[in-house]
């Protein structure tokens, strides 16, 4: 599977060095344990009401 991406990369004149870049930041930015099932409510559920709070 990686050598037909490697492949279609090089078909469609995707930069090696930018898979490299792509590789870093999943490195950097993805983190496993992060706990995202609070996004699965809609962000104005989400959110306190402000009717009566000032």
């Known amino acids: ?13 995707v930069a090696e060095g930018e898979q490299e870049r792509l590789a870093r930041a999943r490195e950097i930015f993805f983190d ?8 699965e409510i809609p962000a104005c559920w989400r959110r306190r009401s402000r009717i009566g709070q000032r």
């Open 32 to 39: 496993e344990m992060a706990d995202v099932s609070n996004l």
């Open 1 to 13: 599977m990686k050598t037909l991406q490697k492949w279609f990369d090089q078909i469609a004149g």
